[in-house]
């Protein structure tokens, strides 16, 4: 069975994407199907892969929202192990749109989980530094995953990425960072 070819290596696809961003007057398009939000964005770019063009399939998020999800994987998986019947808490909405109470054992469960990101956010364990991954293995082109210091994804941040990012002039920040949830100052 012959390889599945990826589109974003893909002359004619490509040649699409060009057309696109020309039409929006941006070097990159949002991908419409991903839920953006001010601290985290889906979208694709034109670059160069080994001197050939391809369309990264990128997301760009702040190291806070890094820091805040690399604490809630962490007291997850503590909290798998302390309750035998762990499952994820699933919020439920009444007729109203109001979410229901939780029963007893998913109000433990969440009260133990904010309590070990408290105690993970006071001894400090937890820091992430500005990075770009990438994923050769995309079904869409080269996936990128960066993670950036700054308060949110605006369309400039990412206008600037991506023209850093194709220029070979992209400056990474390797200072770890710590965040507090009740504290907006981000300390190293």
Partial sequence: MPAKLNKGFDPATILEYKNRLKT??????????DEQTDEYVHFYFIGKYEGKEVIYDAVMYTLRLQHESELFEIAEHRAA??????KKITYEEDDNGNLEALNNEEEEIGLFIAEVIMELEEEGHIKVSEHVDYDLHADFGIGLDVGLHIESVTPKDIEKFVKDF?????KLDTTLYSFQTQDEQASS
Wanted: proline share 5%.
């Fill in 24 to 33: 929006v007057g941006r070097n990159f398009l949002f991908d419409d199907d």
């Fill in 81 to 86: 192990q302390h309750f035998p019947q762990y």
């Fill in 166 to 170: 194709n220029d070979d002039k992209l």
